[in-house]
């Protein structure tokens, strides 16, 4: 495969891990003998085949980019080109809510089969892809929820998020049969004839091969097939800044598939959610630095710490006050109504004033700084023009800072004394019969663990 430097080094490594995670969780699959654990397997595999996908396409993107970089332009071939470029910021969805439709002899009368399936969300922005838990939907339900907010930290103004609804029927049987010898035999395939050999020796009272694997697996698409539940796309949307709104909304959803379908349920056809965004010229300091407060007599004209960030211009009497959080002396709006501009203090001086003007109830109030000397000048309004196209950008996000909650921690699947780990039903494998053989080869049984316990420390 292709390798790079910066980057591309950074997203080769994460394609390498999921391409690990997803022959994990391919492993997983074949051995699992509760349903449940069949079901997050397959989860995982799915979102491991995602992330794949789209660490590649960022790739090839990163690829052309810098092709495009190396090929000489000529002055005739566009126009001026303008190389500012808008800052990033998060984007995050959050109380996400899915109503159904059922039939009233479903929901209200409980007649009918009971219709199970097994649900959960991918969203993906750029090269960030996030899963949410895994839901059992029936008509008892009138919405699918997902309360824990996915936060994406490396938004553009740009931004494409992309909302998938993944479906799988929780009745059908996909079992393998997973006995204890089963379980070993599938395992043992994985890793590699002698170690295979010995640990298939120990736990089979009979005879019997396990179907090779061939050798190695393709390092990328098409996902090795394995017997069990299988996701499939049921419904999808997009959103983008225009959805952006610090409120509840509802927005359509696309629905995929029909009542034929296993995997089908009775959707409304919508989704409601709260979708925020905080630019980082909102949430950061995007320029500071010393200036001086012009007005009235030149002796009266004090020094300020200016700290340019969101829709202010904070001045401090001292730079320590902005990490203590001391209240500032003053403060200047800024904002997308603002104009700025610089003067010559005196033709003879290297300083020069930056003029910072406002409307407040129909009146202009201009506030006057001077900086020490014209590169200070060039850094400040630089900064000005880049905060201002930060705002054209990402438009009503920079209107108030939007209140992004942080996610709690993912709580672990319940696990019940009759479905228990695939890592804790390993524990029948090591049977006083082969207790010798795994102390023998350490190798094999470390394998085993750590291929057993990956999927649970990786998510």
């Known amino acids: 495969m292709l390798r790079g430097k910066g980057a591309d080094s950074d997203i080769q490594k994460k394609i ?27 989860k995982s595999l799915q979102t491991c085949s995602t992330r794949i996908m789209a660490y590649m396409s ?4 990163m690829k052309e980019a810098q092709v495009m970089q190396n090929i000489p332009r000529r002055s005739s071939d566009v126009g001026p080109m303008d190389d500012r470029l808008p800052c990033k910021g998060k984007v995050a969805i959050s109380d996400l809510r899915i109503p159904l439709m059922w039939k009233d002899t479903e929901y209200f009368k409980n007649k009918g089969e009971l219709h199970r399936c097994a649900v959960f969300c991918l969203l993906h922005l750029g090269g960030e892809i996030f899963d949410t838990d895994m839901v059992i939907v029936d008509r008892t339900l009138t919405d699918i929820c997902f309360d824990n907010p996915i936060i994406f930290s490396d938004a553009g103004p740009g931004f494409q998020l992309h909302v998938e609804l993944y479906s799988c029927c929780f009745e059908e049987d996909y079992s393998t049969g997973s006995t204890p010898r089963k379980l070993a035999s599938k395992l043992s395939s994985s890793l590699g004839r002698s170690a295979g050999k010995k640990l298939r020796a120990a736990m089979e009272t009979g005879p019997g091969s396990p179907v090779s694997n061939g050798g190695a697996s393709p390092l990328l698409l098409p996902v090795p097939s394995v017997q069990g539940p299988k996701y499939h796309l049921l419904a999808h949307t997009t959103l983008s800044l225009s959805h952006v709104q610090d409120s509840f909304r509802t927005h359509d959803l696309t629905i995929s598939g029909n009542e034929e379908c296993s995997y089908w349920l009775p959707l409304y056809g919508s989704m409601c959610c709260r979708l925020a965004a905080q630019p980082n010229c909102m949430t950061q300091r995007m320029m500071s630095g010393w200036l001086k407060q012009c007005g009235g007599d030149p002796q009266s004209w004090s020094k300020v710490f200016a700290v340019l960030q969101g829709t202010s211009l904070f001045c401090y009497h001292r730079q320590e006050d902005v990490e203590t959080n001391i209240e500032p002396v003053f403060t200047i709006g800024i904002n997308k109504e603002t104009r700025i501009r610089a003067s010559e203090k005196d033709p003879h001086s290297k300083a020069q004033n930056i003029c910072i003007s406002n409307q407040y109830g129909g009146e ?8 020490e ?12 023009w880049q905060h201002f196209y930060d705002m054209s950008q990402w438009r009503q996000c920079c209107d108030d800072v939007m209140k992004i909650e942080l996610p709690s921690p993912r709580k672990p699947a319940p696990i019940t004394p009759k479905q228990g780990s695939l890592y804790h039903e390993m524990a029948p494998l090591a049977a006083p019969s082969c207790e010798g053989l795994l102390l023998q080869d350490n190798a094999v049984s470390a394998e085993i663990r750590a291929l057993l316990s990956s999927y649970y420390s990786d998510r």
Do not use: N, P, Y
């Open 373 to 384: 000397s014209r590169e200070d000048t060039h850094r400040w309004m630089e900064a000005f």
């Open 16 to 42: 390498d891990h999921e391409i690990r995670m997803r022959d994990g969780a391919c492993k997983l699959l074949a051995a699992c003998s509760q349903r449940d654990q069949a079901l997050e397997a397959a």
């Open 58 to 61: 960022e790739l090839q993107r």
């Open 364 to 371: 202009e109030v201009t506030h006057t700084l001077t900086t």
